[in-house]
């Protein structure tokens, strides 16, 4: 059974502080996706990582795909209340098959 | 611009009564998805269509069924809604099956009485 081990499943921070969140699988995945879903609002993707290794920055967020591709971590810097929301990787693979999704990390910054 | 659009955002159903959940999209993607999230948990894949080629997952109940008429538009029909069933349903598009993005709608949060 392929899956996404996804940690933490919740964190409650004060606005300011840094985090990182960690997707680990036994599998290699051909890319990694992250997702951020706000309440009541469908998934948005937020990156794509494809190479064992890459490190890819989106402001204040730093995402890391690992050397053998089989995980990645998201690390939020000075977090702010409007980073909130459920964050969710999914492995795929370019031979086609679904999706697979990690349970998701509830975040919640407090101001 | 909306480009998954899911109607109606919230719906309420009886226990038992069948219930019809619509999803369009203007990408002209082949790919579309069902989904069943609860609270706070991962998407669940409940199927998807590549073109016409319904695909159902293994651990899906016979009581959701799903109906795609043409590349815009898919349904999703509950048989019988149970309590169980209350969820937010979330459509989702890709271009290909594998490591593509999902688009997603924003869901239908439905509450079954």
């Known amino acids: 059974t392929q899956l996404l081990e996804q940690s933490p499943q919740f964190l409650s921070i004060q606005e300011g502080e840094n985090l990182t969140v960690y997707c680990n699988s036994s599998s290699v995945f051909s890319s990694l996706q992250w997702y951020r879903q706000e309440p009541g609002e469908g998934p948005v993707l937020l990156v794509t990582?494809?190479?064992?290794?890459e490190v890819k920055k989106l402001k204040r967020l730093t995402f890391q795909f690992g050397d053998a591709r089989k995980d990645s971590s998201l690390h939020i810097t000075a977090a702010q209340p409007g980073d909130t929301g459920l964050y969710l990787c999914?492995?795929?693979?370019?031979?086609?098959?679904?999706?697979?999704f990690g349970q998701g990390t509830e975040l919640s910054v407090k101001p | 611009d909306a480009m998954v659009i899911q109607n109606p955002r919230y719906q309420v159903t009886q226990f038992g009564k069948p219930v019809t959940l619509s999803c369009s999209q203007t990408l002209n993607h082949n790919v579309m998805y069902w989904y069943q999230q609860k609270s706070s948990q991962a998407p669940k894949l409940l199927f998807h269509y590549y073109d016409k080629d319904f695909n159902n997952e293994a651990d899906t109940p016979d009581n959701f069924q799903s109906r795609r008429p043409n590349t815009s538009f898919c349904f999703l029909d509950i048989r019988s809604p149970g309590l169980g069933d209350a969820a937010m349903y979330l459509c989702?598009?890709?271009?290909?099956?594998?490591?593509?993005?999902?688009?997603f709608g924003s869901g239908t949060q439905l509450s079954v009485l």
């Open positions: 990582v494809v190479t064992g290794g």
């Open positions: 999914a492995g795929g693979y370019n031979q086609g098959g679904k999706l697979i």
């Open positions: 989702a598009t890709s271009r290909k099956i594998g490591s593509e993005k999902l688009f």
